[in-house]
């Protein structure tokens, strides 16, 4: 004989299914509990709510809402609050509001949790000014704040840019008797740095210990890219040692920075010593450390030290994306090893890794700049059997290195076939376009086109004007008459 499931069953079962954000199941389930004439208590429909709303079943949420009122149960704040956190969640303000009108006839008050949702949920939709007058209003209702809401809100003014605003929010929550923690203060320091105002970031960190709060290693990360962003790499260095004697040891992230910064400043020696570092001190590079060496040794010339830097980061075990991926095969093409461009191309494809138009812009670029035209336009033609499109850029490429292998014609047909598909010549295009015929002396096409371009808004740049200019000087007379 079968078990008969009751109600202890049903809820049991339903609550295992929500907790697995399997809702279908459970639905399922609710409904036979429901058929089977077992009434669901509030724990059930509670149960379900939080289930919906975790699996972002949203609409279903507020409708079961509604069904349960039809039952006989009136929903509490914790109901409401679980749905109000879900519409928050999804950007659904309008309903929100609707919710707590709902609320106020009912006479269910809205809570500490309520507000904290509202707020977060002002603040991802950058409604910040409607969140300071909600918090503002809560204050006037002598509603306890906490630090999480405080803080929410400040990050938010901070990352618009509202620095002033943020302080304010900060001054607003010691007069209600709450403190600014290391999270308030690390908010206030990142959004100083991000200015440039790493001088006003530092006298943050000053009044933060001051106030007994001691910087953890997220404070010394912001204030040393904050000098990495100024290039004061030599300051930035004093708060990398710093943190080393407050016994605050140094990420991945904060070697990153460091390295980053170094290689902006062509401080390579220093970056590397610093990589080298790394694995003594114990973080484990990550492929931004990888890729930031590697792109500055391509940059200074050194291809064998940026390809056994990469041999390393394959030998050390990390994946290489395809971030990576590109870094390499332009570092390849820009110092002229096309042969290995060529190889890594190959292997890209055949990982399984999703190609766009960008690698193959790097390696078109590369093979016209070795005079591999031929090569170049097989690959240009390739690209429809791998469903891509040629972007404006490609045709840039192309149409540059038609004109300059002395083939403009060739050049304006590829010019008059953007449009196939749907790929518009911009101003850049154009200025490619007329300066091909100007060096291949179609005077009379490049004045044409010039024409062309005007009416289509678009102007010559700089180095079109100098070659009309020479035209014009050495020919003793205008070239547009």
């Not at 399997?22 to 669901?40: C, H, L, N, W």
């Not at 300051?235 to 140094?250: D, Q, S, T, W």
């Not at 990888?290 to 050390?316: D, I, N, P």
């Not at 090893?337 to 190889?343: G, K, M, P």
Request: proline letters at 3%.
């Amino acid at each position: 004989m079968g078990v008969e499931p009751d109600v202890v069953i049903f809820s049991t079962l339903i609550n295992g299914l929500c907790n697995q954000s399997k809702i279908s199941e459970a639905v399922r389930m609710f409904d036979e509990m429901t058929e089977k004439g077992y009434q669901p208590n509030l724990i059930v429909y509670s149960t379900m709510l939080k289930g919906l709303c975790k699996t972002g079943n949203t609409g279903r949420a507020v409708r079961f809402l509604r069904l349960m009122e039809s039952r006989g149960y009136e929903p509490d704040i914790v109901a409401y609050n679980t749905v109000i956190d879900c519409l928050c969640k999804n950007g659904l303000l309008q309903e929100v509001l609707n919710l707590l009108s709902e609320m106020k006839v009912k006479g269910i008050r809205p809570n500490i949790i309520t507000y904290n949702c509202l707020i977060h949920g002002m603040c991802n939709l950058g409604q910040q000014e409607e969140a300071t007058r909600l918090l503002n209003e809560m204050v006037g209702n002598n509603i306890s704040l906490d630090i999480v809401m405080y803080n929410t809100l400040v990050d938010a003014l901070c990352k618009e840019g509202t620095i002033s605003k943020a302080v304010e929010i900060v001054d607003t929550m010691r007069k209600q008797g709450i403190e600014p923690n290391v999270v308030t203060y690390n908010t206030l320091v990142d959004a100083h740095c991000k200015e440039g105002m790493v001088s006003e970031a530092e006298d943050i960190v000053d009044a933060m210990i001051k106030q007994g709060i001691e910087p953890n290693v997220v404070t010394y990360n912001t204030l040393v890219n904050g000098h990495c962003l100024r290039n004061e790499m030599d300051k930035a260095r004093i708060v990398f040692n710093l943190m080393i004697e407050k016994g605050c040891a140094p990420d991945i992230v904060t070697y990153s920075t460091m390295i980053n910064g170094y290689c902006k400043d062509k401080r390579l020696d220093e970056a590397m010593e610093l990589f080298h570092e790394i694995s003594q001190k114990g973080p484990i590079p990550d492929t931004v450390t990888y890729c930031t060496l590697m792109q500055s040794l391509f940059q200074l010339g050194k291809v064998s030290t940026a390809c056994e830097l990469f041999r390393k980061m394959l030998a050390s075990g990390q994946v290489p994306d395809i971030a990576t991926c590109l870094i390499l095969l332009d570092g390849l093409c820009k110092t002229g090893h096309i042969e290995e461009a060529l190889r890594l191309f190959q292997a890209m494809r055949n990982s399984g890794l999703e190609l766009d138009i960008v690698p193959y812009n790097i390696l078109i670029d590369g093979l016209c700049k070795v005079g591999h035209i031929e090569f170049a336009k097989e690959l240009f033609h390739q690209l429809s059997d791998n469903s891509l499109k040629p972007s404006v850029y490609t045709y840039c490429i192309m149409i540059n290195r038609l004109c300059k292998e002395g083939l403009p014609d060739e050049a304006y047909r590829l010019f008059g076939s953007m449009g196939d598909n749907d790929c518009l010549p911009n101003s850049c295009c154009y200025n490619v376009m007329i300066r091909g015929f100007l060096r291949n002396s179609y005077t009379s096409k490049a004045t044409q086109l010039l024409t062309e371009m005007v009416g289509k808004g678009f102007s010559a740049d700089i180095f079109t004007a100098t070659l009309f200019m020479d035209l014009i000087i050495y020919s003793n007379k205008s070239i547009l008459l």
